[in-house]
């Protein structure tokens, strides 16, 4: 079975604060992606990887930042949090070279901005 | 890039009744179609999938069709359980692997 963890399920941080998201995977997947999601808005896609040390901007990139460094770990940084940036977090991941790979989800994080 | 509509945002079903969410998107590229479930606290987790070249798609209570020429696929619950309470996204996907989702259906099944 697919695993995709993260870090952390609950977090409340303060406005202005660095804050780090973290995503572990353990299946070996090259797509790892970062999502957002809010009541009646669904899932927005934040950033998203193909490779390590490759990122791409998602639908909704402004405030965050993203870092992968190792092909399993997929990081979302807040450089300075903010209000309207308290949210479920989501961090997924699929197999790359097939169009119909099916995308497995981490837990979530809800982060909380005071 | 591809925007998915998802309809209608709320349905309320009795139970053992049949149960219908509709989903369009933009992007005529796009070539494969999940459906999430996600109950309450959980994550988001595949029910079921369909692919471009297929028409629909069943499994079990589960239902999946597809109209390439009029960009819209539907999900179809029949025989609803309460276990079926829950939300559910549409998404596509591009020939990349990037999932664009619907903004969610909060199916209600009551007794």
């Known amino acids: 079975d697919v695993k995709v963890t993260q870090s952390s399920r609950y977090l409340v941080k303060r406005t202005g604060e660095k804050v780090f998201l973290e995503c572990v995977q353990d299946?070996?997947?090259?797509?790892m992606f970062w999502y957002r999601q809010d009541p009646g808005l669904g899932l927005r896609l934040i950033y998203f990887?193909?490779?390590?040390?490759?990122?791409e901007k998602g639908d909704i990139p402004e405030g965050y930042s993203v870092s992968r460094e190792k092909k399993e770990r997929f990081s979302l940084i807040l450089e300075s949090a903010s209000t309207n940036q308290t949210s479920m977090y989501l961090c997924?991941?699929?197999?790359?070279?097939?169009?119909?790979?099916?995308?497995?989800f981490g837990s979530g994080t809800q982060l909380s901005v005071l | 890039g591809e925007n998915v509509e998802q309809h209608p945002s709320t349905l309320s079903v009795q139970e053992g009744d049949s149960a219908v969410i509709k989903c369009t998107y933009s992007?005529?590229?796009?070539?494969?179609f999940p459906w999430y479930k996600q109950e309450l606290g959980k994550r988001p987790q595949l029910i079921i999938d369909?692919?471009?070249?297929?028409g629909e798609k069943k499994d079990q209570r589960i239902a999946v069709t597809l109209n390439k020429t009029a960009k819209h696929f539907s999900l179809h619950i029949t025989e609803t359980q309460p276990e079926d309470s829950a939300v559910y996204f549409c998404?596509?996907?591009?020939?990349?692997?990037?999932?664009?989702f619907g903004a969610g259906t909060q199916v209600v099944v009551t007794p």
């Open positions: 997924a991941s699929s197999l790359m070279g097939t169009v119909d790979e099916k995308l497995f």
């Open positions: 299946m070996d997947h090259e797509n």
């Open positions: 990887s193909y490779d390590v040390k490759m990122k």
């Open positions: 992007d005529s590229a796009s070539n494969y």
């Open positions: 369909i692919r471009s070249n297929v």
């Open positions: 998404a596509a996907t591009d020939s990349w692997g990037k999932f664009q």
